[in-house]
Nanobody
Framework: QVQLVESGGGLVQAGGSLRLSCAAS????????MAWFRQAPGKEREFVGV????????YYADSVKGRFTISRDSAKNTVYLQMNSLKPEDTAVYYC????????????????????WGQGTQVAVSS
């Protein structure tokens, strides 16, 4: 089994920053790809970004490219999502996800590619 626990969400004004954390434990390892998704009320879950083994490569959704950065601390088995220049449209529940592959899937943007999910952390951006 794999356990993922997100933290760091909260309320922030537009233009502000937040850093989300995703702590992994169980069968996962520091070499598994880790992804971030988000889901706003009434919308489908959408891909935010993914990071490969050893911190590379990284891929981002166009909507967050240049504003969000994913990184990982292998010693802590934790992945981070640094979110800068936040916009009201970034408001959503943010989830981290992983599977037991060694490399990022070719369909890394699809929620179905990931077997394990955290419980989510709420991010709200006020205008």
């Amino acid at each position: 089994q794999v356990q993922l626990v997100e933290s760091g969400g909260g309320l922030v004004q537009a233009g502000g920053s937040l850093r989300l954390s995703c702590a992994a434990s169980g069968r996962t390892s520091t070499l598994n790809p880790m992804a971030w998704f988000r889901q706003a009320p009434g919308k489908e879950r959408e891909f935010v970004g993914v990071i490969g083994r050893d911190g590379a490569p990284t891929y981002y959704a166009d909507s967050v490219k240049g504003r969000f950065t994913i990184s990982r601390d292998s010693a802590k088995n934790t992945v981070y999502l640094q979110m800068n220049s936040l916009k009201p449209e970034d408001t959503a529940v943010y989830y981290c996800a992983t599977d037991l592959r060694r490399y990022i899937s070719g369909s890394y943007y699809a929620p179905d590619e990931y077997e394990y999910w955290g419980q989510g952390t709420q991010v709200a951006v006020s205008s």
